[in-house]
Structure formats: C-alpha cells, structure tokens
C-alpha cells in the first residue's frame, strides 16, 4: 500500500500491457487514444513510435497534458473534445483513416480524487460530476428535476432496484448542495451499515454522473465513430468498468461482426443486409489478481477488442 494519500494517488491504466499487445503497433501508424486522461496509454503508443491523436472533454486533463505534448516532438495531438466528435476532429487535422482507436470509459481516477470535482462520496466537495466542467451540475439535477425523472435515472444507469424510494428521499432532503450529503440521504433510505459490503450510495452517484455526462450515448456514438475513420486491418481496444457499458460493446461488436441482428435504445437497430466490419479479436480480458492487488481499480475492468474489415462502415 502506497503512502501517499488517496486525493494524490497517481492514476494507473488499467490492462495496459493487454490494450498494447491487441493494437500490434507499428512504428509510425497513426492511432487514437479517445479517453487521454492522464496519458497513460497515450505514453505507451509513442513509446511504441505511434502518432497519436488523444481526444478529452476534461479541459483539466488537456492542460495538464501539455507537456507531453510538447515533448512528444510533434508525434501528440492533444484533442480537446468528445470522443463522439472524433470523426470530425480527425477529419478537420487531416488524420483519416486510422490504424487504431482506444478507449477507457467511465470517469479517470484523477476525476474521482479531486473532491472539488464532485464526483466520489469518499471526499466531500460540491456535488457537481460534469466532465467537461460545463452545463447542468449533479446538483442542478437532484434540486430540480421531477421525481420520477430521478427515479428512472437511477433505475436505468444506476440498475437501483429501490429507486422510487432513493428519488422520494433526494426530493425530501432538497436542497442538497455536497457529495455528503447526497450520499447520507441515500444511505438512510436504503438502510445502510457501516459493515455493508458495499455503499448503497455508489449505484446513485454512478447513475447521476452517466445521466449528466450522457456516457452511455457517447460510447455509442464514440463506436460509430471509431468504426468510419479505422482502416481495414485497424484495431479497436476498449476497456469497460461496469456491466452496462460493457453490454453495449459486446453487442455492438457481436452486431458488427455478423453476429446479431437488432438494436437497443443507445444502439439502434441497424441493416442487417450489410456485411461485417468488424471481426472480434479473442475473448474477453480481464485483469489477473497481480494486476488487481497493484491496481484496485482493475477488478472492474474488461477489454474487448476487434479488427476492421473492408467492409463499407454500417449506417441506421
């Protein structure tokens, strides 16, 4: 265990080694890190002689990536943007196609260790959980929205079984301003005790920061994208760490590579007259226990990965 404090923790990527051993990088390809964070798989594509294009909403993680960039020698972009908006970023800097697109969804360990930030119970701060640090805060969002909006956020993000009672009780304790506060809120409505083995809390804040920061959206459309600037032979890796973004890239990828027909609210139904672009790469990866007891964070996580065909890219 490190001494450091848990707000100065660096961030570890997880599955690393298993992320750069699926993309095969040639020195010299062009490749996409669409969740740049702290840079941590953007280091080892340029270790590896890759230009790479690293696209964040986060402007936090944009300034603080600079360096890099500067020393990178021209081989780093940074990309100040989401990862949906990869297409057109890529097109507009002339960086189409591609030979490979990676990304580790959810909020960055740096996002969840700066409580003024507001995305983790573990530290109070203001109840805030936006990405690109603008539009609606978490806190907007509990003090004014429905109940029954609430309600179904947590039910569909957060998969809370008791959701009805956790939006009664926010809609009770308005106006709630702090993570703190939020997270005792949610603890008395669902009875929790200190000896849990999980803090009933975490499936609300998860549910709240996916509906603010329209995650599951973007992965959808960060896929499509990934899909039309990848060349044939391109390889896509994508780390996931909760089950319901990992469904939607087991089925986007099952769905791309010939395996399914059909759709879901985030992944609509396609043309199932089009031929494969996608062939998935081996199974699914999880980390070892060497990895897990190095790196907590990793016990979540799962990599899928695939290659692009030649086939035209699939369109709704």
């Known amino acids: 265990m490190s001494d450091l404090p848990a707000q100065t923790q660096p961030h570890t990527p997880v599955l690393l ?11 010299g390809e062009r490749h996409v890190d669409a969740t740049f964070g702290a840079g941590g798989y953007t280091r080892a ?67 969840l260790d700066q409580a003024e930030r507001g995305f983790s119970f573990q530290y109070d701060g203001p109840l805030d959980m936006r990405m690109s640090q603008e539009g609606e805060t978490a806190a907007d969002f509990v003090n004014t ?20 009672r956790v939006a009664r009780a926010i809609v009770m304790a308005r106006p709630i301003t702090r993570t703190g506060e939020l997270a005792r809120v949610v603890r008395r409505a669902l009875g929790y005790k200190p000896h849990d083995k999980k803090d009933p809390a975490t499936r609300t804040f998860q549910a709240i920061r ?7 959206g973007e992965l959808a459309d960060g896929l499509a994208a990934a899909e039309r ?24 990828l099952r769905e791309r590579s010939g395996g399914m027909p059909g759709g879901s609210r985030h992944l609509p139904e396609l043309q199932v007259n089009h031929k494969p672009s996608f062939e998935s790469v081996g199974r699914a990866v999880r980390a070892d226990e060497a990895e897990i007891a190095r790196n907590p964070r990793a016990r979540s996580a799962t990599l899928r990965t695939a290659r692009r065909t030649s086939a035209a890219a699939w369109t709704a």
Do not use: W
């Not at 080694?17 to 020195?27: C, H, Q």
């Not at 021209?74 to 960086?95: D, I, Y």
């Not at 929205?145 to 009805?164: F, Q, S, T």
């Open 45 to 111: 594509l340029l270790a590896r002689g890759a230009r790479v294009f690293a696209f964040d909403r986060d402007p936090d993680a944009i300034a603080a990536g600079r360096a890099l960039e500067a020393e990178s020698g021209g081989a780093l972009t940074l990309v100040p943007a989401t990862f949906s908006a990869l297409e057109s970023e890529l097109e507009a800097r002339g960086a189409v196609p591609v030979d490979g697109v990676t990304m580790d969804i959810g909020v960055s360990s740096m996002q």
């Open 17 to 27: 080694d298993e992320v750069v051993l699926a993309l095969a990088i040639s020195p």
């Open 145 to 164: 929205a429905d109940e029954a909006v609430i309600a179904d956020v947590l039910h569909e993000y957060g998969e809370e079984p008791r959701a009805r």
């Open 229 to 252: 600037v990848l060349k044939p032979g391109g390889r896509l890796a994508v780390v996931t760490f909760h089950s319901l973004e990992d469904r939607m890239v087991k089925r986007f």
């Open 210 to 216: 996916i509906h603010l920061n329209r995650e599951l």
